[in-house]
């Protein structure tokens, strides 16, 4: 099976293989059976075409020995997907690539390899692996083995220092980058937007011969804004014919699915509970990382709910989930997470601040009867009893726990 490895920019793929690599050896894989190739580098230049990336990797394999091919950001390569068909044939390998564009799975990759590849989505960190990536850069000059890492949550003392801990993680995000260092939220924004305006132009752009990149700005300005809303592309258009702005439909639907492909948005259809089917139409769409906001949009407390959804929705992805938005009768679930014959449902807010809110929260889900497990996720430090099994929590323990 082909590993194909997918993810934003800057989520830690190509560490992902360095990590993989330095495994092989621990394994006992000599050096010279790895084949590491990062095609962003200028040194490989050359290799920018499936028959001049087969020849050199031809001349590099001797006989029967098996080789790992680990190949960073591969869909810079001119009609990849060939030559790593090709080397499945030809010789004895075990593949690995990664790619920051979902388009690695909708090209010729998905007819050459059917049922011969295996897709690894990586996300930037979750509020879990946070916790563990600032023990071991805080303390790396003490660790001599992985033994002595511990677990994220043998770190918190107490409820509060959880709840501060989840407050730095909600204004700095989640990409690695920002935690090797102490960034302020300035300089932390500025990186964010860097690694932002990279996915734009390298996978959005260029990827998609985007001509007009000012109306993606605006797209991408206005999808930011409803962070956790439900609209539509003909919502869209609408918004900008009031602006004195025209665009037609299919413009918009390219737009979202480039900004899709970057894995710069996710797109999260709805879900009918008493109907049983997935609706067509009002889905939400949320962000790859809740930072790319702040970047983008600058930090704005009303945004504060659709980015606690966004932390939520990809933490569902992380954990295998398929994520849906629930709809029962004419209320909301903000969630529904799916996987095999499990399901949760999930509602989130920011704090409970009166019986209109918890009766908003809580009611959705009592009209839901059935086993699954359910919650309402808030920022509230103070407890609510459970009400007929639904279960309030604050969003920093809910993300803490083992399984939903």
Same mark, same amino acid.
């Given at each position: 099976?082909?590993?194909?490895?997918?993810?934003?920019?800057?989520?830690?793929?190509?560490?992902?293989?360095?990590? $993989?690599?330095? /495994? !092989?050896?621990?394994?006992?894989?000599?050096?010279?059976?790895? &084949?590491?190739?990062?095609?962003? +580098? %200028?040194?490989?230049?050359?290799?920018?075409?499936?028959?001049?990336?087969?020849?050199?990797?031809?001349?590099?394999?001797?006989?029967?020995?098996?080789?790992?091919?680990?190949?960073?950001?591969?869909?810079?390569?001119?009609?990849?997907?060939?030559?790593?068909?090709?080397?499945?044939?030809?010789?004895?390998?075990?593949?690995?690539?990664?790619?920051?564009?979902?388009?690695? $799975?909708?090209? /010729? !990759?998905?007819?050459?390899?059917?049922?011969?590849?295996?897709? &690894?989505?990586?996300?930037?960190? +979750? %509020?879990q692996e946070y916790l563990l990536f600032h023990q071991t850069t805080n303390h790396k000059s003490q660790i001599t083995n992985k033994s002595q890492i511990t677990n994220p949550e043998s770190q918190i003392t107490n409820p509060a220092s959880l709840y501060r801990a989840f407050d730095q993680f909600l204004r700095l995000g989640g990409f690695p980058v920002l935690h090797t260092a102490e960034y302020s939220l300035e300089t932390a924004y500025k990186i964010v937007y860097d690694i932002y305006s990279s996915a734009i132009l390298r996978d959005t752009v260029q990827r998609h011969k985007i001509r007009d990149v000012e109306l993606l700005e605006r797209v991408v300005r206005f999808v930011f804004d409803n962070v956790g809303n439900k609209f539509s592309a003909q919502n869209v258009a609408d918004y900008f014919k009031s602006q004195q702005r025209k665009i037609d439909l299919n413009t918009v639907y390219n737009y979202l699915n480039a900004l899709e492909s970057a894995f710069i948005v996710y797109r999260i259809p709805r879900y009918d509970v008493k109907g049983k089917e997935i609706l067509k139409t009002l889905e939400k769409y949320f962000v790859g990382d809740h930072s790319l906001?702040?970047?983008?949009?600058?930090?704005?407390?009303?945004?504060?709910?659709?980015?606690?959804?966004?932390?939520?929705?990809?933490?569902?992805?992380?954990?295998?989930?398929?994520?849906?938005?629930?709809k029962s009768d004419e209320r909301e679930v903000d969630f529904i997470g799916e996987m095999k014959e499990n399901r949760v449902y999930i509602q989130v807010a920011y704090k409970m601040e009166g019986d209109v809110t918890i009766d908003r929260e809580f009611t959705p889900l009592l009209d839901i009867r059935d086993h699954h497990p359910k919650y309402v996720v808030t920022m509230d430090e103070t407890w609510r009893d459970n009400i007929e099994g639904v279960q309030h929590k604050h969003i920093a323990d809910f993300l803490m726990m083992k399984e939903f």
């Open positions: 099976m082909i590993k194909v490895i997918t993810g934003i920019r800057r989520c830690g793929k190509s560490e992902l293989l360095n990590m $993989l690599r330095d /495994e !092989l050896i621990n394994r006992g894989v000599q050096q010279e059976q790895i &084949i590491y190739l990062n095609f962003e +580098s %200028f040194g490989l230049a050359g290799l920018d075409t499936a028959e001049s990336l087969y020849q050199w990797v031809k001349d590099r394999v001797k006989g029967d020995t098996r080789y790992y091919l680990l190949l960073d950001e591969v869909q810079e390569v001119e009609s990849w997907e060939k030559a790593v068909n090709a080397f499945r044939v030809d010789f004895n390998t075990d593949i690995y690539i990664t790619g920051s564009n979902s388009h690695l $799975l909708s090209s /010729e !990759l998905a007819t050459l390899l059917a049922g011969r590849y295996v897709e &690894i989505p990586v996300y930037t960190l +979750s %509020f906001l702040y970047a983008v949009m600058g930090y704005r407390d009303r945004l504060i709910s659709g980015v606690l959804e966004n932390i939520v929705m990809l933490e569902l992805k992380r954990r295998g989930y398929k994520v849906f938005v629930g």
